[in-house]
């Protein structure tokens, strides 16, 4: 069980299904997909046979913050504690402390690596899923996901996917005030629409633009 919730917190993590086999103590063989949300597909065949990977020559500079390799670093040990008492309250269903607790590992590896940093913007995107999943309707939701997406963009996150599903959500999200609070997605519209934009949503940039063209039209008055 306890791998499972890692395997869950990865997938939150990444923004997308994980696949894993899970092992019973008589020796059966359960091939499952855990969704983000915490959902477990058991399917009926075994997952297909990864390719043999091909040795690669050695990068330029293996110490690039930008690397792959840097965006999969697990956290320091210093930080283990925290992390896995996070991974608890997930395990619990208790988002909220699973939240709390991803905000002070986030504020505490800021503190040590800087806001850029992969083990910091990780933490953080983590941080973006939890919430989504906690509250996924809200202003603060909405506001953390655009911020979130700013940052990755900033620190040239990998994998770029992330950094596009914290806007495409962040667009959900405000789709939903629009419709059912004008006041809302007319405040949200505008960081919405920079960050959209700035990574080259245009379809839902343009969507944006069309709502605020007819829902922010002034209201002819009567002298």
């Known amino acids: 069980m306890a791998a499972l919730v890692e395997?869950?917190?990865?997938?939150?993590?990444?923004?997308?299904?994980?696949?894993?086999?899970?092992?019973?103590p008589d020796g059966?063989?359960?091939?499952?997909?855990?969704?983000p949300d915490g959902t477990i597909i058991t399917l009926d065949t075994p997952h297909p046979?990864?390719?043999?990977?091909?040795?690669?020559p050695a990068p330029a500079s293996a110490s690039a913050?930008?690397?792959?390799?840097?965006?999969?670093?697990?956290?320091?040990?210093?930080?283990?504690?925290?992390?896995?008492?996070l991974t608890a309250a997930d395990r619990a269903g208790d988002l909220i402390a699973a939240i709390v607790a991803a905000v002070t590992l986030e504020t505490a590896l800021e503190r040590e690596f800087g806001p850029h940093h992969p083990h910091t913007i990780?933490?953080?995107?983590?941080?973006?899923?939890?919430?989504?999943?906690?509250?996924?309707?809200?202003?603060?939701?909405?506001?953390?996901?655009l911020h979130t997406a700013t940052r990755r963009?900033?620190?040239?996150?990998?994998?770029?996917?992330?950094?596009?599903?914290?806007?495409?959500n962040a667009h959900a999200v405000?789709?939903?005030?629009?419709?059912?609070?004008?006041?809302?997605?007319?405040?949200l519209s505008v960081g919405l629409l920079q960050v959209l934009e700035l990574l080259g949503e245009r379809d839902r940039a343009h969507d944006v633009r069309a709502w605020c063209a007819?829902?922010?039209?002034?209201?002819?008055?009567?002298?």
Request: charged fraction near 20%; charge should be positive.
């Open 28 to 35: 059966t063989v359960w091939p499952l997909i855990i969704d």
């Open 153 to 168: 963009h900033e620190a040239s996150a990998l994998p770029y996917e992330d950094t596009a599903r914290c806007a495409r």
């Open 174 to 187: 405000w789709q939903e005030a629009a419709r059912t609070d004008p006041a809302m997605g007319a405040a």
């Open 65 to 85: 913050p930008t690397s792959a390799s840097g965006w999969q670093q697990p956290l320091p040990a210093h930080h283990q504690v925290l992390f896995e008492h």
């Open 122 to 145: 990780n933490t953080l995107t983590l941080r973006a899923w939890l919430t989504l999943r906690q509250q996924p309707h809200g202003h603060e939701t909405a506001q953390l996901l």
């Open 7 to 24: 395997v869950r917190v990865k997938a939150a993590l990444h923004g997308r299904p994980v696949r894993v086999t899970a092992k019973e």
């Open 49 to 56: 046979a990864l390719p043999r990977e091909q040795p690669k």
């Open 214 to 223: 007819t829902a922010l039209v002034p209201q002819s008055g009567t002298s």
